[in-house]
């Protein structure tokens, strides 16, 4: 399993390693699990998924200062810093596995 997702972007810490490992940002804990991981466990649980299948957020406080630091470390930026219609200011990122991260804050 690659680094779980945004512990670059977000600087959070892990725990664990393959197949699981859990990332502590401020306020919450996120488990993740790899795919072989899973499949050992549940077999067929992951036959219907895919790369980019879900979307993970996470509100930060300032959208452009943690929009920098992942494009100079080369993440794959899917949409830069825009403000959008209904009062957020996202960035949307691609994680390792393919998956999507959006960053955003209330404006």
Same mark, same amino acid.
């Given at each position: 399993m690659r680094s779980p997702p945004s512990t670059r972007v977000l600087d959070?810490? &892990?725990e664990g390693e393959a197949p699981?490992?859990?990332?502590t940002v401020p306020g919450a804990v996120l488990p993740f699990f790899g795919t072989r991981g899973m499949q050992s466990? &549940? /077999?067929g649980?992951?036959?219907a998924t895919a790369s980019g299948s879900f979307a993970v957020e996470f509100r930060v406080t300032d959208v452009?200062?943690?929009?920098?630091p992942p494009a100079a470390q080369g &993440?794959?930026?899917l949409e830069p810093p825009t403000t959008? /219609?209904?009062g957020r200011r996202s960035v949307w990122l691609r994680d390792p596995d393919g998956d999507i991260v959006n960053l955003y804050q209330e404006v």
């Open positions: 959070a810490e &892990v699981f490992a859990r990332v466990m &549940v /077999p649980s992951t036959a452009d200062a943690r929009h920098e &993440v794959e930026m959008q /219609p209904w």
